[in-house]
């Protein structure tokens, strides 16, 4: 069982690292996309990212979906073979017909998605990289499957790393355009591709099961719903917003929500490590006050990172580097969307602590209906709340329907596998975090950085003067203080 739970931390941590890490390349790119386009430019970049993000999974009807949970179960490696070949061939096929669909109306596609049939070019350029990705996915499965995760990593950071030069390439040295952004994307997803071939084709052959395919897509399908409207939760306030308030708006949005990823990737860190090890220890003595607890100090890593993150955010996009700051000027205004869009992931954060539920009671077919409902609620929110806050409306929208998801969940795990939460010390905390961030707020402008920085430390000493931890965390805390004054 050691040996077990020593591999699964391995794998967890080292997928963990490469996921933060891919997330990280739009934090790379930001100096070169904010000081190279303005305002309209990156709006349209936006929205064709949005675009990329749902049809990628269309493209694949699910299929990846239910690869890895047959090709685990299948008994011998003739099994496995046939499963891979199956869903690789199928996949292929579903990205060849898309892709020559968007190859073709690639004008009417633009004119509908961009409101300019001009940028048909950007549309034909996403057909490929569609098309690469889809068949990627299903090859990053398969080392998953394999346990390969140092392998899977190095492929995903290599996909980073010729992303990030190829946009510099692009955009700095040949002079294109917001073309450049999607070029470089392709080759990046092509470049990967021929990567990975030895990979599949090591398991890959002319074998394909009309009976595997039903499992696939009658097992797959059924996750779309669920999965699309994940997504939509990330990226539909973009194509709303060019609607409502046109592109030059969209592209501010979009840069001051990549700095709100900062939680985001700091959540990711925790969901990596969370599924297994609720799953591990759900059974034994205690299981549900551990949970609660994980929640308070969750949520309590949370809110130092989004005090960080808030108090600085505006000497962040203002930071020099080779000449260029990290956003263009044209974009330091984007920063007011960033606490509305962390706070929205510190609702994601619980509503991964709540999933738990679903899990021990094997009842998933809830989740399409939470997601939904978080979806719904976004979409209804942008519309009403874009004409009167422009793109506030936007952000307010976010954190409306991840706050939605996270309670409707909440209400759902309660009922499959209910936990006492500790929900004295989550207002505490909440109600010290809101005046921290309200007097900074009072007093920004004539604060200096260091003194807007130390203001966070303020956060776990105001915790620790109201009575927030109980005996045995001072305890450990005085330990801590020792521990580093003695190392002193």
Same mark, same amino acid.
């Given at each position: 069982?050691?040996?077990?739970?020593?591999?699964?931390?391995?794998?967890? !941590?080292?997928?963990?690292?490469?996921?933060?890490?891919?997330?990280?390349?739009?934090?790379?790119?930001?100096?070169?996309?904010?000081?190279?386009?303005?305002? &309209?430019?990156?709006?349209?970049?936006?929205?064709?990212?949005?675009?990329?993000?749902?049809?990628?999974?269309?493209?694949?009807?699910?299929?990846?979906?239910?690869?890895?949970?047959?090709?685990?179960?299948?008994?011998?490696?003739? &099994?496995?073979?046939?499963?891979?070949?199956?869903?690789?061939?199928?996949?292929?096929?579903?990205?060849?017909?898309?892709?020559?669909?968007?190859? !073709?109306?690639?004008?009417?596609?633009?004119?509908?998605?961009?409101?300019?049939?001009?940028?048909?070019?950007?549309?034909?350029?996403?057909?490929?990289?569609?098309?690469?990705?889809?068949?990627?996915?299903?090859?990053?499965?398969?080392?998953?499957?394999?346990?390969?995760?140092?392998?899977?990593?190095?492929?995903?950071?290599?996909?980073?790393?010729?992303?990030?030069?190829?946009?510099?390439?692009? !955009?700095?040295?040949?002079?294109?355009?917001?073309?450049?952004?999607?070029?470089?994307?392709?080759?990046?997803?092509?470049?990967?591709?021929?990567?990975?071939?030895?990979?599949?084709?090591?398991?890959?052959?002319?074998?394909?099961?009309?009976?595997?395919?039903?499992?696939?897509?009658?097992?797959?399908?059924?996750?779309?719903?669920?999965?699309?409207?994940?997504?939509?939760?990330?990226?539909?306030? $973009?194509?709303?917003?060019?609607?409502?308030?046109?592109?030059?708006?969209?592209?501010?949005?979009?840069?001051?929500?990549?700095?709100?990823?900062?939680?985001?990737?700091?959540? /990711?860190?925790?969901?990596?490590?969370?599924?297994?090890?609720?799953?591990?220890?759900?059974?034994?003595?205690?299981?549900?006050?551990?949970?609660?607890?994980?929640?308070?100090?969750?949520?309590?890593?949370?809110?130092?990172?989004?005090?960080?993150?808030?108090? !600085?955010?505006?000497?962040?996009?203002?930071?020099?580097?080779?000449?260029?700051?990290?956003?263009?000027?044209?974009?330091?205004?984007?920063?007011?969307?960033?606490?509305?869009?962390?706070?929205?992931?510190?609702?994601? /954060?619980?509503?991964?602590?709540?999933?738990?539920?679903?899990?021990?009671?094997?009842?998933?077919?809830?989740?399409?209906?939470?997601?939904?409902?978080?979806?719904?609620?976004?979409?209804? /929110?942008?519309?009403?709340?874009?004409?009167?806050?422009?793109?506030?409306?936007?952000?307010?929208?976010?954190?409306?329907?991840?706050?939605?998801? #996270?309670?409707?969940?909440?209400?759902?795990?309660?009922?499959?596998?209910?936990? $006492?939460?500790?929900?004295?010390?989550?207002?505490?905390?909440?109600?010290? #975090?809101?005046?921290?961030? &309200?007097?900074?707020?009072?007093?920004?402008?004539?604060?200096?950085?260091?003194?807007?920085?130390?203001?966070?430390?303020?956060?776990?000493?105001?915790?620790?003067?109201?009575?927030?931890?109980?005996?045995?965390?001072?305890?450990?805390?005085?330990?801590?203080?020792?521990?580093?004054?003695?190392?002193?």
């Amino acid at each position: 069982m050691l040996e077990s739970l020593k591999r699964l931390t391995k794998h967890s !941590i080292v997928y963990g690292v490469s996921h933060i890490a891919t997330r990280s390349v739009g934090f790379l790119l930001l100096p070169i996309h904010t000081n190279a386009f303005s305002r &309209g430019q990156y709006g349209i970049a936006a929205v064709v990212f949005t675009f990329l993000a749902i049809a990628v999974d269309v493209y694949s009807l699910g299929v990846p979906s239910a690869f890895l949970r047959q090709y685990l179960m299948s008994e011998d490696d003739a &099994g496995r073979r046939r499963v891979f070949s199956t869903s690789f061939w199928t996949v292929v096929a579903l990205a060849v017909g898309f892709t020559l669909f968007l190859e !073709i109306g690639a004008r009417p596609v633009a004119q509908w998605l961009l409101q300019d049939a001009q940028h048909a070019q950007l549309i034909r350029i996403s057909g490929g990289i569609l098309f690469f990705d889809s068949v990627n996915v299903l090859t990053f499965l398969l080392l998953r499957a394999e346990e390969r995760s140092v392998l899977f990593a190095l492929f995903q950071l290599a996909n980073v790393l010729v992303t990030f030069v190829l946009n510099a390439l692009l !955009i700095l040295k040949v002079g294109m355009g917001v073309e450049g952004i999607f070029l470089a994307n392709l080759l990046a997803s092509g470049a990967t591709f021929l990567f990975l071939l030895p990979v599949s084709l090591r398991k890959l052959s002319f074998c394909f099961s009309g009976e595997t395919l039903r499992f696939l897509l009658r097992f797959g399908l059924p996750y779309l719903p669920s999965t699309i409207a994940v997504v939509l939760m990330d990226v539909i306030d $973009r194509i709303i917003l060019q609607r409502l308030a046109g592109n030059e708006v969209t592209g501010l949005y979009s840069a001051g929500y990549k700095l709100g990823m900062f939680m985001a990737l700091f959540v /990711a860190a925790f969901r990596f490590a969370w599924h297994p090890f609720f799953l591990s220890e759900v059974k034994k003595e205690g299981a549900k006050e551990l949970f609660a607890r994980v929640l308070t100090y969750l949520l309590l890593a949370c809110l130092f990172v989004f005090l960080l993150i808030c108090f !600085i955010v505006d000497d962040i996009v203002r930071f020099r580097i080779f000449g260029f700051t990290l956003f263009g000027p044209q974009y330091w205004d984007s920063t007011v969307v960033v606490p509305w869009v962390m706070l929205a992931y510190i609702f994601y /954060a619980a509503y991964l602590n709540f999933v738990i539920g679903i899990y021990t009671e094997a009842r998933s077919e809830y989740l399409p209906l939470v997601t939904g409902i978080g979806a719904a609620v976004n979409i209804a /929110a942008n519309f009403l709340l874009i004409p009167r806050f422009g793109m506030m409306g936007s952000a307010y929208a976010t954190t409306l329907g991840y706050a939605a998801m #996270a309670l409707s969940l909440f209400v759902v795990g309660q009922k499959l596998y209910p936990v $006492r939460y500790e929900y004295l010390r989550l207002v505490h905390m909440g109600i010290a #975090a809101a005046i921290l961030y &309200g007097l900074e707020r009072h007093f920004h402008a004539g604060l200096p950085f260091w003194a807007r920085a130390g203001m966070t430390l303020a956060f776990p000493f105001l915790l620790y003067i109201t009575g927030f931890f109980d005996r045995n965390e001072r305890e450990g805390i005085r330990r801590l203080f020792r521990r580093l004054a003695w190392q002193a």
